[in-house]
């Protein structure tokens, strides 16, 4: 699968896949968007607690979603539990054409998979090389940050059942954050449990979606 380094509206890159005729991230801005939808809508309401913070991503891709997360652990000092899943994984070489310049970046990439890899006294992540399809755990996350490609592309990903599943996955309040926010996703999340809410999306998208489990 070829792979184009390209830069997004704000600086910052993201890949894109001709074959597939998407970007791994929003054309405005690559950074802008992780930050909004991942960080302030899911993880900010989180930090500081006296507590670790486990967080499950559905698509590691570049990277720059554990990125900032790590970033925000180091700076409030807020222990972290990263699990990312990528059937795709981009290769060293690959992860580093991006430009997003922080040391610990690499890191994230040339960390083994399949184990615990704890990066520093408040990050430690776990990276899963398969399909969410195949992938089943007992363990439970506080937050989900969903970033698969769009339900035109990975309509597989944005089923009933992928939801009913990160729904068990989820502690009793744990929240669900996706730059998505069509009606079939919010149905099929409702149906799946879930409490959904639209909230206001990042520059260029007028509304995401932050749902939360509100029952067992």
């Known amino acids: 699968m ?10 910052s890159s993201s890949i894109f896949i001709p ?5 791994y991230h929003s054309i405005h801005g690559a950074m ?17 607690q006296n507590k ?7 698509g590691f891709g570049t990277g720059l979603n554990a990125l900032l997360s790590l ?5 409030h000092q807020q222990k972290i539990n990263y699990t990312a899943i990528e059937l795709f994984p981009l290769t060293i070489d690959e992860a580093g054409t991006l430009n997003y310049s922080d040391e610990n970046f690499m890191q994230l990439h040339q960390c083994d998979w399949e184990k615990d890899v704890e990066l520093n006294d408040y990050f430690t992540i776990h990276k899963i090389h398969q399909s969410l399809l195949n992938y089943s755990t007992n363990k439970k996350f506080d937050l989900i940050y969903f970033d698969a490609f769009d339900p035109n592309t990975q309509p597989e ?16 309040n744990g929240i669900l954050v996706t730059y998505s926010s069509k009606g079939i996703v919010r149905r099929v999340m ?6 959904v809410k639209k ?13 939360k489990k509100m029952t067992l």
């Open 2 to 11: 070829q792979k184009q380094v390209i830069k997004t509206n704000d600086g």
């Open 19 to 23: 074959e597939m005729n998407v970007t």
């Open 32 to 48: 802008q968007e992780s930050k909004h939808v991942f960080i302030e809508a899911g993880l900010k309401p989180l930090l500081n």
């Open 52 to 58: 670790t913070i486990h967080i499950f991503e559905m």
């Open 71 to 75: 970033q925000n652990a180091i700076n």
């Open 157 to 172: 990903l944005w089923t009933k059942e992928i939801f009913e599943k990160l729904f068990l996955m989820l502690e009793l």
């Open 190 to 195: 409702q149906d799946a449990g879930f409490s």
């Open 199 to 211: 909230v206001s999306g990042p520059p260029h998208k007028r509304e995401m979606i932050r749902a």
